[in-house]
């Protein structure tokens, strides 16, 4: 189920460790041994979700700390949440 303004998302933390490295952050999936790295935003964006949050309050949040219009935020938020849910990072509630 796609991703909506409204979802709730928080962080998967149960298959994943999450490590900080500067300001960026590498992830180990435990089940696959595979790492992934997040960068400075997406370290920002794995770090306001470490409560549930709407996707409409996580995209609020990142205009206040990044200049970027709200459309731009919208798009490339949801594209880039759609793409870590898909690799199971998010736990979603819609």
């Known amino acids: 189920m796609p991703l909506t303004l409204k979802s709730v998302i928080s962080r998967n933390e149960i298959s994943f460790l999450a490590n900080p490295m500067g300001d960026e952050i590498v992830i180990l999936n435990m089940e696959s041994g595979d790492y ?33 219009d709200e459309n731009t935020c919208k798009a490339q938020t949801l594209e880039y949440l759609e793409r870590i849910a898909n690799l ?6 819609n």
């Open 36 to 68: 992934l790295g997040l960068n400075a935003v997406g370290a920002a964006i794995w770090d306001h979700i470490k409560a549930p949050n709407s996707v409409q309050q996580l995209i609020d949040k990142l205009m206040v700390e990044y200049d970027v």
């Open 88 to 93: 199971g990072l998010l736990e979603v509630r």
